[in-house]
């Protein structure tokens, strides 16, 4: 059946001669081994093309939505951590792979005559890799990728002549906005994958018109075919590249987000959920918190960039731009220069500079690498691993591998090469391992006590300079300044993780997080309010100074106009979490009325305790709707009304509705609602609120918004001059924010954004 | 033919080989694409529960009021807080009974206008389904519409009978009876 199928589509297409012209290549000296690693870039583009098709379904450039559909992607959506990981390390696996691909090519020889048009296709080709990581980095548009790409932007910027010029097409206008992720995204999914599928295809093209560099050993031996044997030997690496890049993103990476609510159970309820979002527990790529321009962040780039970063710390001033340009494009050059040493009676010498060159820029982009990292690193004994990886291993590694393969070039083919070669292989691969590892423990801060015993060891021997000490000194605070830093950053992260859980407002996930209950009441009320078991202590992101619990002057606002607040309220008001804080400057209480009054009810009622709770209770139960008048005749709240306005007579001093009440007490109409609070924050001394016995500062914006009374009117409505009254000042829009959190949303039960501790 | 050599009968291994392995590869990368991309079954419209929309005095007999009902809308990661989420119809029938419908047309959902004439009182601008003040259809045969207006649950709030409440819902257009949508 199916052979029939076959050939009735093979009639119409002809595809098994396209098949035979793919898969029929002649493998002069037959399959090998280090053919693999072209066809490992072409599967890991693949790969990206592919997870990068699903995350264009779910994704949204766009400033105020880039980072909520990230995160969606990363905590919400089945599998998005595992489709978001797999591209997020597959692009570092291209660069790791180009990397390899690269020293491959020199050690052949294969950029030379005449293949060297496909070296400068290679070139085009690692162009558009780098392009990509730089512009996907930005995509999620939290603090890391914004910064970054302000850095890489800026530096484009400050090419001599057309760099403003190149800054604004790039960042899409003056600065960075909706323009600068469309543009980026278009690069990122337009632009850059369309050039290299160009460019791969000719190189494959170009590749397949002069074939692979066999080596001079492979000359002897016969010729193989590319289908099945080096086919075979292609897939089998690709899949090992596939299984680093599962375990990695296997690997926690991410801030972990425990559900909250109906997810928690459905998390906890099958096994598919939890595989599905296994980004709550941090697995696969990172997210930060939203880029906000006016928090400061520890910037670096991504790992692979980290060498130019570190470059720019040796061109300060005037100077950087050789750093940030003239370099790279220097290399760069060097790099398209190396074919042309191959032609005529130069090829030998070519192929040895070849080699020189890449080897050498591999092993300084090493070394700078591990300075870069060595610079962030506050512990002392990592930082001076490092530093020594870097300085003294990553070269002497480079020259004893530069003989290795003079001495390679130098035997002739034979048995004693054959050894040779497998002895370098073996030794290089444990190397690799050693250093790799070395790094791992630096960077996880877990140097071996043996090694860090030696590196002490070694820095004592040395007599350092006292200007020497004291950059030493500066080092470590830098780096330990960064760490703080990263810290503060990645609690921030968590803190807009928690928020987003909740859902993000149009406005943007950067709004969530300036406009966050939490760190308004910290900056607003927190000075003399608590709020439940909470302080500022608990929040991560701001540091308060000295913040003392005792110090708290004014009620406990967790649950505040609640049935239950009011309830406790009105039976003991002088407790610590009502009026018991409120002190006059004398340190008398200021507002003993309301005391005195429930004392004697208690008093009067001696005895029938429970009638008087269940009376209390029922008039909780009706101020807690923040009723505005009497309650409607069949209303459940008439009976509370009654004991409001007769049996306790709280009228007498409380205004409500149409009763007048007295001055300096304030009035419930509407008590716990959101205009009532509104008014409040903006005139706490008021004759109907607290009038004389205020003692809060009034919170409002510079010049009195329209509608609300002016500073000059709320002073005279007091009877005091201006300057005479304490006044905080605050945005009309976070005063909402903190009325809408404080008068509805936790009255209404929704999930706590104060309380709830993480 | 003679028997496979055995370079053959390794070339046959090593192409079974990849093809296993392959399909190894699809499976891993294929089946959480498959549950990613499925991923839209879980996303449901809020619950929606009474609120209320006006005053029984308010309304007129035989006058359409069109009121909107607001609620906060969760679209994937975004928050709406107080969103106009639909539009009602009340009619207050003769009996002082109130009827609620949907402006939904149950055709094909477009938007029912009231034309404010005694014969055609409500209208569909898209393909013509006409209503009566009752919301049954007029001339059946004839109307596009399967079924007449949706109704809504109509209640009086529990503290102030002349507060009326309405609990909001949508239903599938193009069949016979309602069937709400979840």
Known sequence: ????????????????????????????????????????????????????????????????????????????????????????????????????????????????????????????????????????????????????????????????????????????GPSYGHHTLTRFFTLHVAVLPGLLVLLAVLHLVVFRRHGVTAPAEARQQPSGWFWPDQAFRDLLVCLAVFAVLVFLVLQVHGH???????????????????????????CGANLDAPADPERQYPARPEWYFLFLFQLLKYFPGEWEVVGT???????????????????GRCRPVGRVVGVLVVVGLLAGIASLTLLALADDMPEASARALLDWLAQRAIPALTALYLLYLAALGVLPVGRSRQTLFWLGVVLGAGALTGVGGLVYAAQTQQVPAVVAAWLAERQQAVALSPEERQR?????????????????AGRLAERALALAQRGIPPA????????????????????????????PADFHTRQEPGFDKAQFKASDLAGWGTEEWLYEFLCQPQAARFLGRCKDEQGEPRFTRMADWVQQRWRQYQGKEAQLRKQFRKIARWLATSPRSRPAPGSPHTEAYELFTKTFNCVRCHAFADHKGQKNVPQLTGYGSADWLQLFLQGPGLPHLYGENNAMPAFRDLEGAAGALTRQEYAQLLGKKVEEIPFVSISPAERAELVRYLAQEQRQGLPEAISRRE | MSTPSPSADRRSFLRWLIHSLGALLAVVLGAPAVAYLLDPRHRRSAASDFQTVARRSDLVVNQPREVVIRQNRRDAWTVYRDEVVGRVFLVKQPDGQVL???????????????????????????????????????????????????????????????????????????????????
């Not at chain 1, 559900?259 to 941090?282: C, F, I, K, L, T």
């Not at chain 1, 003239?326 to 790099?335: A, Y």
């Not at chain 2, 938007?111 to 409500?122: K, L, R, W």
């Open chain 1, 508 to 535: 943007g996930a950067t709004e969530l997080v300036r406009r966050d209950p939490k760190g308004l009441f910290l900056r607003y009320c927190a000075g003399c309010h608590s709020f439940g078991d909470f302080g």
């Open chain 1, 1 to 172: 059946m199916w052979a029939r199928l076959g050939n009735w589509l093979d009639n119409r297409l002809g595809y098994r001669h396209f098949l035979k012209l793919l898969l029929l290549e002649e493998i002069p000296g037959g399959a090998r081994w280090r053919y693999v690693w072209g066809s490992t870039l072409l599967f890991v583009f693949l790969l990206q093309a592919f997870t990068g098709v699903l995350l264009m379904t779910a994704y949204s450039p766009g400033s105020s939505t880039a980072w909520g559909s990230v995160y969606f992607i990363q905590y919400e959506m089945d599998f998005g951590w595992f489709i978001r990981g797999l591209h997020h390390f597959g692009s570092q696996a291209m660069i790791v792979l180009l990397g390899v691909h690269l020293l491959q090519v020199v050690l052949a020889g294969a950029q030379l005559p005449p293949r060297e048009l496909n070296w400068w296709l290679g070139l085009g080709l690692l162009g558009c890799v780098l392009g990509l990581g730089l512009t996907g980095y930005l995509l999620p548009w939290d603090q890391k990728g914004f910064w970054a790409t302000q850095v890489a932007t800026n530096i484009l910027g400050n090419v001599p002549g057309i760099g403003p010029f190149l800054q604004r097409l790039a960042v899409g």
């Open chain 1, 256 to 282: 972990p987000l425990p559900p909250v609510g109906e997810a928690a159970d459905a998390e906890n309820s099958s096994w598919y959920a939890r595989w599905a979002h296994a980004g709550r527990e941090g």
């Open chain 2, 100 to 182: 609620a419908f949907t402006t939904i047309c149950p055709h094909l959902g477009c938007s029912i206008n009231y034309t404010g004439q005694a014969d055609i009182p409500f209208l569909c601008p898209c393909h013509g389904a006409r209503y009566r003040l009752d919301g049954t259809r007029i001339d059946p045969e004839h109307n596009p519409a399967p079924r007449s207006m949706d109704t809504l649950e109509v209640r009086a709030d529990p503290e102030d009978p002349d507060l009326i409440q309405v609990k909001y819902q949508t239903f599938w257009p193009m069949r016979p009876q309602k069937e709400p949508r979840s």
């Open chain 1, 325 to 343: 340009v003239f370099l790279p494009l220097g290399v760069g050059l060097l790099l398209a220069l190396l074919p042309l040493l191959g032609y």
């Open chain 1, 472 to 488: 030493q000194q500066e080092r470590q605070e830098a780096a330990a300044k960064f760490q703080q830093d990263v810290q503060e």
